[in-house]
């Protein structure tokens, strides 16, 4: 399985949109500071999660919530 996950900051309220196929090794990073892109934005939250059986579709995902079209879509559902 493969996971989409977005994270909001507590520190600048800023989101992050991330992939990975191990969500509990991959929050571990984030919590501890071992990411380099949100170690210094902690305390972070998972405000939303999205499971895939493939690679390819949760890198689909993945993209689409990094666009423009994304982005819109995450504030109109409040995430």
Do not use: C, W
Not at 17 to 44: A, D, F, I, Q, Y
Not at 61 to 71: A, D, I, P, Q
Request: charged share 35%; no cysteine; proline share 1%.
């Amino acid at each position: 399985m493969f996971y989409v996950y977005i994270l909001r900051s507590a520190k600048d309220g800023k989101r992050y949109v991330g992939m990975t196929e191990n969500l509990e090794r991959r929050m571990n990073e984030h919590e501890s500071g071992r990411v380099k892109s949100t170690k210094n934005r902690r305390p972070l939250k998972q405000i939303h999660t999205e499971t895939y059986s493939t690679k390819q579709e949760a890198e689909a995902r993945e993209k689409f919530y990094k666009t423009g079209k994304g982005r819109e879509y995450l504030n109109q559902i409040g995430k």
